[in-house]
């Protein structure tokens, strides 16, 4: 079995307590990671802490910190392949995604790397006399990021590239499902040449490692992608040490389908919308709607592209679908199908395990066509490769539906009218809008949701400001003596 350290205050270190990794395309143990407990975990708080005023961190100039993130975005594009294949084998993503998608990570170092120098401060023209009077933007402390086991370098680049650039230390814990990768970019961050305690990369479980992390009273902010239910454990942490959030949590993404969308492109926008990954992404299109008039095209070409997904092996760059990551992961799936097929939803294809791929964990691409808004499938997350379908019967109905959930993150809308699709961007309650496209991603682009799907922003130029704190400086001018306080003129 291979075997993992974790990395705290700049050194490599066996874990006191570890736990196995399961490889999901095998079912089996694959490697041995380290368990973070509470002592490790203020360790690397402390280290963190300390980091923020040691001169090898703080003394760095804006644009030496933005050099270090260059570098670092330069050693991932370097190891992509040893990435990739690390993701692969942890979370069964197949290797064409984790590979495609490690290599635009570092972009979102650069993009940050650049933006570092460009953090400034401002001149207020105060309204009192002889008094200048200045905003500094100070790093805001110590952040404690926490990602979920689904593309965990991504997750994890939103968060630290721009608490980096903007000074700022971290300590970030892996989800104890498939930590691999992200305590092999470890290395990178040693190489790359940060200062000791400025990031620190430990895993262990939610339960201790991620509450003593939340709750530490050296933290001052979080930065958390996960589940709602594990969010409200959050924030009642975040309660001990009041730090400032950002929660990127789950979707029931809605994409619509207007009688007058160009059906083979969006055929293949929603294919990718949710089974790329096997339908293990935050912003999968899990609920289909679509204009009544097209939904027998649409839905038998679906269906027939659905059955000719290569399903197998991860690492074999002919599939197209893998394993899910997680033993539970398939059960949830398989529960939610089934309860929703009893609720009424018709199996238009899938609906089981896919024994044939062998002893992993996976579930065919299934299509569920639902008669109501009401059923299971429409409601709850699957993050599986589960399609829901409700039909609409125009605009209004079609934007109704689409806001009729409790999450809010992303949407995509198919139509060659312009004029109705930003009409209906308008009215989507929805942080990101997709219009004959899905899946768009950019460092330069903001990204979060509405509702249950979270609070903040990510990426773009403002989420810097999230890593910083302003500090309000009045200087007095005069060279007259401060006037007696008790006396009024
Ligand atoms: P969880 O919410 O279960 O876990 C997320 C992280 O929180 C893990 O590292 C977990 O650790 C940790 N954690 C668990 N309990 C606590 C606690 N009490 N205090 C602090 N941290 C804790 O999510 P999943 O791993 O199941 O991931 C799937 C979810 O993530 C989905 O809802 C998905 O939509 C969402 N997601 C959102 C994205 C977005 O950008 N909006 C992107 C990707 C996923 P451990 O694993 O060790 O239990």
């Known amino acids: 079995m291979d075997i993992f350290q974790h990395y705290i205050d700049g050194c490599f270190e066996e874990a006191s307590q ?67 294949q690390l993701e692969t084998r942890d979370t069964g993503k197949i290797i064409r995604e984790t590979s495609f998608q490690l290599r635009y990570v570092a972009e979102y170092y650069r993009y940050y790397g650049g ?19 200045f905003i500094h933007n100070e790093p805001i402390g110590v952040v404690a990021a926490i990602v979920p086991w689904n593309s965990q370098l991504f997750l994890s680049a939103v968060k630290l590239a721009p608490a980096l650039a903007a000074g700022c230390t971290i300590v970030l814990k892996a989800s104890e499902e498939a930590p691999a990768p992200l305590l092999a970019f470890a290395r990178l961050v040693h190489e790359a040449g940060f200062p000791p305690g400025v990031l620190s990369i430990l895993t262990g479980f939610g339960d201790d490692c991620g509450r003593c992390l939340t709750s530490h009273p050296l933290v001052s902010r979080i930065a958390f992608t996960g589940g709602p239910a594990t969010a409200r454990h959050v924030v009642r942490n975040s309660a001990e040490n009041l730090a400032s959030l950002s929660l990127e949590l789950g979707g029931k993404s809605p994409m619509l389908v207007f009688g007058d969308a160009d059906l083979d492109s969006t055929v293949n926008a929603i294919m990718a919308g949710i089974f790329a990954a096997s339908g293990q992404s935050c912003v999968a299109g899990s609920r289909l709607l679509v204009h009544k008039d097209i939904a027998g095209e649409l839905l038998s070409r679906l269906a027939g592209r659905a059955g000719l997904i290569r399903i197998g092996a991860p690492d074999d760059l002919t599939t197209e679908m893998g394993p899910l990551a997680t033993k539970r992961q398939l059960e949830h799936v398989d529960a939610l199908v089934k309860r929703s097929v009893e609720q009424g939803a018709a199996l238009v294809t899938g609906g089981k395990p896919a024994t044939q ?133």
């Open 357 to 489: 791929a062998g002893a992993g964990y996976y579930y065919e691409p299934t299509i569920l066509l639902c008669e109501n808004a009401q059923t299971a499938c429409l409601e709850e997350e699957f993050f599986g490769p589960v399609l829901s379908v409700l039909l609409f019967e125009d605009e209004a109905d079609a934007i109704q539906k689409a806001n009729d959930s409790k999450f809010g993150l992303a949407a995509g809308v198919f139509t060659q009218n312009l004029a109705r699709a930003h009409r209906v961007v308008k009215a989507l309650r929805s942080g990101v809008v997709w219009v004959n496209t899905y899946r768009v991603i950019s460092p330069m682009m903001p990204f979060g949701g509405y509702g249950l799907s979270g609070l903040g922003r990510e990426g773009g130029r403002e989420a810097i400001g999230d890593y910083l704190r302003t500090k309000s400086v009045w200087i007095r001018t005069s060279d007259e003596p401060i006037s007696d306080p008790f006396v009024m003129r």
């Open 18 to 84: 570890t736990f196995d990794s399961i490889d999901p395309a095998t079912a089996q143990p694959w490697a041995r990671m380290p368990r973070a407990g509470a002592q490790d975990v203020d360790r690397a708080v402390r280290a963190a802490d300390r980091a923020l005023r040691d001169p090898a961190w703080a003394g760095l100039n804006a644009t030496q910190r933005g050099r270090l993130l260059f570098r670092l975005a330069d050693l991932i594009e370097r190891d992509v392949a040893l990435l990739a």
């Open 115 to 133: 933006l570092a120098d460009k953090i400034e401060g401002r001149c207020v023209p105060v309204d009192k006399p002889d008094m200048e009077a």
